[in-house]
């Protein structure tokens, strides 16, 4: 088993060297698994660039062996790395992400931690019920609170809305889809007064498969829309916000036991 590669990821156990890492930085985006890898972590060596789902091996510099991988965008792509991740021997995973506040309180700029998630996803309904729990791991969780408050990052920490899609699922009607479904119109609005903070599309699939397979999982996204104000994303204050999201959850790994 150890020597096995896997399909999608591209690697497996033996690749991973001699101190083979238990904690995963994982990103939507490759170029945000490959900022990672190039920026925080020490010895970095290439484990796979398959299919855009890059991976990267290396040491923060206390010498914790870290993995910051790729999901791709979506509940079903994670789905998939996730499961392969745990195979190799992944024991926590910390999602890297953006989001879109539905909150008027919270900043472009700023980042969430997401307690917990409301999970409409349909990838997550293979995993468990509907009534299973999509709740994040309170020690990762606690661990992100800190480290944001010891970087002074104007951070929130709650209740997301996980769905599957961008435009029509998140209420967007500014796309080739201006007519969305009755059962869509006004969800944001009653997200809101549900006390969720954001929108995005892989923390709630992400927490069922921790509860199921047995790991901890916890989730930040930099916020780079403001849904109270608008749909599009402020590309200013992206780049802030992704920043702000990755050195968070640096930190959080590097203080962990």
Known sequence: MADKRFYHIGFGQNDLGSSPPTIALLSGDPERSHLIAQTYLQDVRVLSENRGLNSYVGYLPNGRSILSATSGMGAPSLSIVVNELVQVGIRQIIRIGTCG???PYIQVGSVVISSAALCRQGAAYDIAPVEYPAAADPFLTVA??????ELKIEHYIGITASVDTFYEGQERTDSANPNLMRSLHGITEEYRRLNILNYEMECGTLFKMAGVYKFAAAAICGVVAGRTIGENIILEQRNIAVKNAIA?????????E
């Open 101 to 103: 506040s539905i909150q």
């Open 144 to 149: 992100l609170v800190k480290a944001a408050r």
């Open 248 to 256: 968070t959850a640096v930190n959080a790994v590097a203080e962990i």
